[in-house]
């Protein structure tokens, strides 16, 4: 691997720095998916473990922060996919990293106006941060909600569905492959960097990338099959393929629908969308591990494959503005503004805008549904994938 060396000695290491450059002497080189598992994971020091990374305190925002309305447009959503189901009586309410609860909070208070909805839902979120269950249950304590919290989707009990992931599928670890003049490589992470000579590429963590010196054989993603110039670079996240497969599975046997809500593309696609943020602005990902966040964007089309082959009914993925739209944001804006005042109008309008305008979160934020084979289309989705 390029750049494969003892390191600069003289590196301020942290714990988790220290535990990725131990492993890296005594293994090798490691993949980008084992370095984003151990930065975003590990137990005692990983990203998600040991802080609430949300909010203006935080390193980035999400929509249900941004404003009430999204997270109460998903309720209602929510409502009326569960009267589609048959109402029953005894439903999983299910979210997959439920970041401060904000979601699930404004969920519950707007889908009371469905009867029978709120009484019929067990709220189960899944959650590895011990700071964030701690948030997610302050958050919900006014709803009167007694969630049950789970590290995997496979602890949650069976039984008819809903399922929400806003903003999750970014953050599972993927890995990455680029193109050479003999072949496609693993992209790896290795030592090598001089410490206070940081570029695009290397940094003061005494991290580098590099290429594994062997080229891949068997099976490689769609993307990789096309004729590329040297240099490109394909990502792919067997995670998010097992998840969407889980979760499919699930609604195909038990009945139920999900809502994926996440930026990325309809793959496949080629690029390098690796990126890191810390205190909302784009930093090194090599640099401050476990202390930034890590996220790549997300393959629809990784999802909706494995979704279908496991027995569901995929629709989209939409623009998250064209999903606002048709579910009624602009009539919820029009109401929450009747009786607002001037400033509160004003921010009201400025979230309507960040969430739904093709420049900000409108256009590259999609919106993916799955349902149960026996259910309708759920709005505002037209013809399922084949």
């Not at 439920?98 to 909805?117: E, I, K, N, Q, Y």
């Not at 394909?234 to 393929?241: G, I, M, R």
């Not at 064209?322 to 944001?329: E, Q, T």
Request: aromatic content about 6%.
């Amino acid at each position: 691997m390029t750049g494969h060396s003892a390191g600069g000695g003289d590196v301020d290491e942290s714990p988790l720095l220290a535990r990725i450059r131990n492993e890296i002497r005594e293994d090798g080189p490691i993949t980008v998916a084992r370095y984003m598992d151990i930065c975003l994971g590990d137990p005692h020091f990983g990203y998600y473990r040991t802080r609430d990374p949300i909010g203006a305190c935080g390193d980035f925002v999400t929509a249900p922060e941004i404003s009430q309305m999204f997270g109460e447009l998903v309720g209602l959503w929510c409502a009326h996919v569960w009267t589609t189901m048959g109402s029953p009586a005894n439903f999983k309410l299910v979210e997959l990293g439920p970041g401060r609860g904000t979601l699930m909070g404004d969920l519950l208070r707007a889908s009371r106006a469905v009867p029978g909805f709120i009484d019929a839902a067990n709220i189960h979120l899944v959650e590895i941060s011990p700071v964030l269950r701690a948030q997610q249950a302050e958050t919900l304590q006014p709803s009167g909600a007694r969630p049950s919290w789970h590290d995997r989707l496979e602890d949650v009990p069976p039984g008819p569905t809903l399922l929400i992931a806003n903003e999750f599928f970014d953050a599972l670890p993927i890995r990455q492959i680029e193109r050479t003049q003999g072949g496609w490589h693993e992209r790896l992470i290795g030592l090598g960097a001089v410490p206070g000579n940081a570029d695009e590429n290397t940094g003061t963590s005494g991290l580098a990338f590099g290429l594994s010196p062997d080229p891949l054989t068997g099976a490689l993603p769609d993307a990789a099959n096309v004729e590329v110039t040297p240099g490109t670079v394909v990502e792919f996240c067997a995670p998010a393929v097992h998840i969407s497969s889980l979760v499919a599975s699930r609604l195909a046997r038990d009945n139920g629908a999900a809502l994926v809500i996440d930026y990325g593309y309809r793959g496949p696609a080629t690029g390098d969308t690796f990126q890191a943020l810390g205190g909302h602005r784009y930093v090194s990902v090599l640099e401050r591990p476990g202390n930034v966040d890590l996220t790549a964007h997300v393959d629809f089309s990784n999802l909706a494959r494995p979704a279908a082959a496991a027995g569901a009914r995929v629709y989209g993925p939409i623009e998250q503005g064209s999903f606002l739209d048709a579910v009624g944001i602009g009539l919820r804006a029009r109401r929450l503004k009747a009786n607002a005042t001037a400033k509160q109008a004003s921010d009201i309008d400025a979230a309507v805008e960040r969430l739904t305008a093709p420049q900000q979160m409108g256009q590259l934020f999609k919106v993916l549904a799955m349902t149960a084979p026996g259910l309708p289309v759920p709005p505002p989705f037209g013809d399922p994938q084949t």
